[in-house]
């Protein structure tokens, strides 16, 4: 899969950014890429929508983005498709849990927006785009074009600007509440990160970096949590996820592959295999003829 964040970071020809340490403020229009890409990022980021349209899906839900749309999106994983009949244009500001969760233990006030809805799992929330937002994103219009890279300290000041305009505004509730999840200190995620992203094809220094941890602190606490070893966890996970889809849908072989997180036909078919006696296709063909409940 493709790591979104460093993507942008490793390539300034194309994403014009400002950064301050990981924090990281791009805007650009969106290289012709094909239609469908999976992705993953290790840090959360904010996202303007300015011209073009693209939808982000994950295995339980689906969010299209159209001109003027404004989102937080948690690190992770989706499927991205692009639509090409204008420019996709996005402004994104990348920000690490550990800044997060610093600037919130010194502004713990911005969350203050009375009573909030239970936090959300999702990877995508909506935020507004105010009157504010708008002119903060025309103020760093000039800093992308000007000769000299601005001091890093200004930028910081300009993402901690950001930062206030959004949080401190109480329309958006659904973002405060996530973001109480993570004023604790030890706030521990490791669990829902696993549930939401085990279906992409991440290799396990991505699902390490997600969990903020080295590779082997993730396999220590992966073992604490979990009894079992990340790649047996996540090969069970993804061959029952690919099970179901073969006896409830009619996709073809290479997409159930893929959306159980395998990285080629040719791997899925052989541990399928190794797991059930026969092939994907086989299966299939034997499960039409079992009653339904005992497909399960």
């Known amino acids: 899969m493709v790591n979104y964040y460093e993507k942008v970071q490793s390539q300034p020809e194309i994403f014009h950014q400002l950064a301050y340490k990981d924090l990281l403020f791009a805007k650009y229009d969106c290289p012709s890429e094909k239609k469908i890409m999976d992705k993953w990022w290790q840090h959360n980021y904010f996202m303007h929508n300015v011209t073009g349209k693209q939808t982000i899906h994950t295995p339980g839900n689906s ?21 090409f009949d204008d420019t996709l244009c996005i402004m994104s500001f990348f920000v690490p849990d550990s800044y997060l969760q610093s600037f919130l233990r010194e502004n713990t006030s ?21 009157n504010a937002m708008i002119n903060f994103y025309e103020s760093m219009l000039p800093y992308f074009s000007a000769e000299r890279e601005p001091p890093e300290q200004l930028m910081e000041l300009k993402f901690r600007e950001l930062l206030f305009i959004i949080i401190g505004n109480p329309v958006n509730k659904e973002l405060a509440s996530y973001l109480q999840t993570l004023l604790p200190l030890h ?13 992409f094809n991440l290799q396990l220094d991505d699902f390490a970096k997600l969990c903020n941890r080295s590779l082997s602190s993730f396999k220590r606490d992966f073992q604490m949590v979990y009894k079992a070893s990340p790649g047996h966890w996540l090969l069970e996970k993804r061959i029952s996820n690919a099970k179901t889809l073969l006896i409830t849908t009619d996709k073809p072989v290479a997409d159930v592959c893929f959306e159980s997180g395998f990285e080629s036909s040719t791997h899925f078919s052989r541990v399928f295999k190794d797991h059930f006696g026969v ?9 039409i003829t079992i009653p339904w409940a005992q497909r399960v």
Not at 63 to 82: D, H, Q, S
Not at 111 to 127: A, K, N
Request: with cysteine.
């Open 63 to 83: 969010w299209t983005l159209t001109p003027g749309k404004a989102v937080f999106i948690k690190k992770g994983a989706c499927i991205m498709e692009k639509y």
């Open 110 to 130: 911005l969350l203050s927006h009375g009573e909030l809805p239970p936090s959300t799992e999702d990877l995508v929330i909506p935020i507004e785009l105010n």
């Open 279 to 287: 092939s994907p296709l086989q299966f299939r063909k034997q499960a």
């Open 187 to 199: 706030t521990d995620n490791l669990q829902k990160i696993m549930s939401a992203n085990c279906l």
